[in-house]
C-alpha cells in the first residue's frame, strides 16, 4: 500500500506535506515581513557609512560586516552620564512600574469579571475591550486634554482642595508616562488573565474550602498558582511592546529626563544617525530575548509537567 494511503487512522489518505503546507503562507509571510527587513537592519548597523554624505551603506556580505559602530554604541550605553544609558534606564523603571501597575489594577478586574460579574460578565468585557475600538493616539491627545493645566484633572484636584496652583503634567513627569502607559495596555493584561481565571474548575475551589480552606487560602494555593501562567503571558504580552514604545512618552512629556530608547530609536532615524539607531534596536531585541527565552521555558515546563513543575 503507498505511503500515506492506508486506512490504519482516519484521514491519513493525505500526504505527508498536506498539513504542514497550512504553514506555508505564514511562513512566507513570517519571512518576508521579519527576516528580511531584520536581515537589512543587520546590514546597516554592521555597514560602513558613505565619506560625503554621511549616509548608511548597507553591506548585505556577513563577511564584510564591520563591528565597530555597533561596539562604540554598546561602550556609550556602559558609559555613565551617556544620553544612552539614561534611556535605557528611563525605559527599565517606566516599563517595570507600569508593569507591576497593570497587574495590580489587571488581576483584581479580571478576577470579578470571572468569578463575581454574572449576568454582566459580556457588558464588562465589552467595556475594557472598547478602547482597542478607538485609535491609540486619540486616547492618548485625550489624555492631554485632561491633563492640561485648566484640564479636568486639575479641576478636580483645586476643587477637592488637594493642589492650590495646576500640576503641570505635561511639562516631562515620569508619572504622568508611566500613568500613560498603564492606561494604554492594562487591557492587555485584563484578557489573558480573565481567561485563565474563567477556566479554572469551580469544582476545584470548592474542594478547597471543603478541606478547611478560608478564601484567603484558597486564593493563594489554588487560584494564585493556578493562574501563574496567564500573569506571565500577561506580563510578557503588556512589557515587550511598552520597551520600543515611544508614542506615549512624546505625547506626554517628549523631554529628554523622560526619553526611553524607542525615542532615541527614532530620532536615529529620522536623522543622520541611521546606524545608530539600527544597532540600538539590535541592543533592544538582544534584551528581550532573554525574557521571551524565560517565558517560552516555563510555558514548555508547564505544559509537560503541569502548573506546579
Not at 553591506?59 to 554604541?73: E, I, L
Given at each position: 500500500m503507498?505511503?500515506?494511503s492506508g486506512?490504519?487512522?482516519?484521514g491519513?489518505?493525505?500526504?505527508r506535506w498536506?498539513?504542514?503546507s497550512?504553514?506555508?503562507p505564514?511562513?512566507?509571510?513570517l519571512i518576508?515581513?521579519?527576516?528580511?527587513?531584520?536581515y537589512?537592519i543587520?546590514s546597516?548597523?554592521?555597514?560602513?557609512?558613505?565619506?560625503i554624505?554621511l549616509t548608511p551603506?548597507?553591506?548585505?556580505n556577513?563577511v564584510?560586516?564591520?563591528?565597530?559602530?555597533?561596539?562604540d554604541v554598546l561602550?556609550?550605553i556602559?558609559a555613565?552620564g551617556?544620553?544612552y544609558r539614561a534611556?535605557?534606564?528611563?525605559?527599565?523603571l517606566?516599563?517595570g512600574?507600569?508593569t507591576a501597575?497593570?497587574?495590580a489594577?489587571g488581576?483584581p478586574?479580571?478576577?470579578f469579571?470571572?468569578?463575581?460579574?454574572?449576568?454582566?460578565?459580556?457588558?464588562?468585557?465589552?467595556a475594557?475591550?472598547?478602547?482597542?475600538?478607538i485609535?491609540?493616539?486619540m486616547r492618548?491627545?485625550?489624555?492631554?486634554?485632561?491633563l492640561q493645566?485648566?484640564?479636568y484633572v486639575n479641576?478636580?484636584?483645586?476643587?477637592?482642595?488637594?493642589?492650590?496652583?495646576?500640576?503641570?503634567?505635561l511639562?516631562?513627569k515620569?508619572?504622568?508616562?508611566?500613568?500613560g502607559?498603564?492606561?494604554g495596555?492594562?487591557p492587555?493584561?485584563?484578557?489573558?488573565?480573565?481567561?485563565?481565571?474563567?477556566?479554572?474548575?469551580?469544582?476545584t475551589?470548592?474542594a478547597?474550602?471543603d478541606?478547611g480552606?478560608g478564601?484567603?487560602?484558597t486564593f493563594l494555593?489554588?487560584?494564585l498558582?493556578l493562574?501563574?501562567?496567564?500573569?506571565?503571558?500577561?506580563?510578557v504580552?503588556?512589557?515587550l511592546?511598552?520597551?520600543?514604545?515611544y508614542f506615549?512618552?512624546?505625547?506626554l512629556a517628549g523631554?529628554?529626563g523622560t526619553?526611553?530608547?524607542g525615542?532615541l530609536i527614532?530620532g536615529?532615524m529620522?536623522?543622520?544617525?541611521?546606524?545608530?539607531?539600527?544597532s540600538?534596536v539590535l541592543?533592544?531585541?538582544?534584551?528581550l530575548?532573554?525574557?521571551?527565552?524565560?517565558?517560552?521555558?516555563?510555558?514548555s515546563?508547564?505544559a509537560?509537567g503541569?502548573?506546579?513543575?
Amino acid at each position: 500500500m503507498p505511503e500515506g494511503s492506508g486506512s490504519g487512522t482516519r484521514g491519513s489518505w493525505f500526504p505527508r506535506w498536506f498539513w504542514p503546507s497550512f504553514a506555508a503562507p505564514a511562513t512566507i509571510w513570517l519571512i518576508l515581513l521579519f527576516v528580511v527587513p531584520f536581515y537589512v537592519i543587520l546590514s546597516i548597523a554592521f555597514g560602513r557609512l558613505d565619506p560625503i554624505f554621511l549616509t548608511p551603506v548597507p553591506v548585505y556580505n556577513p563577511v564584510r560586516w564591520a563591528f565597530g559602530p555597533f561596539r562604540d554604541v554598546l561602550s556609550q550605553i556602559v558609559a555613565g552620564g551617556s544620553v544612552y544609558r539614561a534611556a535605557f534606564v528611563h525605559t527599565a523603571l517606566f516599563v517595570g512600574t507600569a508593569t507591576a501597575l497593570c497587574l495590580a489594577i489587571g488581576y483584581p478586574v479580571a478576577y470579578f469579571i470571572a468569578r463575581h460579574a454574572g449576568r454582566f460578565r459580556t457588558p464588562f468585557l465589552v467595556a475594557f475591550v472598547a478602547p482597542f475600538w478607538i485609535s491609540y493616539m486619540m486616547r492618548m491627545l485625550a489624555w492631554i486634554n485632561l491633563l492640561q493645566p485648566n484640564g479636568y484633572v486639575n479641576r478636580v484636584l483645586q476643587g477637592l482642595g488637594l493642589v492650590h496652583d495646576p500640576i503641570l503634567w505635561l511639562n516631562g513627569k515620569p508619572i504622568t508616562v508611566i500613568l500613560g502607559l498603564t492606561y494604554g495596555y492594562v487591557p492587555y493584561m485584563i484578557l489573558p488573565l480573565f481567561g485563565s481565571l474563567d477556566r479554572i474548575d469551580v469544582s476545584t475551589l470548592e474542594a478547597s474550602r471543603d478541606l478547611g480552606a478560608g478564601q484567603l487560602s484558597t486564593f493563594l494555593r489554588v487560584t494564585l498558582p493556578l493562574s501563574r501562567q496567564a500573569i506571565l503571558a500577561g506580563v510578557v504580552i503588556v512589557a515587550l511592546p511598552m520597551f520600543g514604545d515611544y508614542f506615549t512618552t512624546t505625547l506626554l512629556a517628549g523631554t529628554r529626563g523622560t526619553a526611553m530608547i524607542g525615542n532615541l530609536i527614532v530620532g536615529s532615524m529620522q536623522s543622520s544617525l541611521v546606524q545608530t539607531g539600527a544597532s540600538l534596536v539590535l541592543i533592544l531585541l538582544a534584551l528581550l530575548i532573554v525574557p521571551m527565552l524565560l517565558y517560552l521555558r516555563s510555558t514548555s515546563r508547564a505544559a509537560a509537567g503541569g502548573f506546579g513543575a
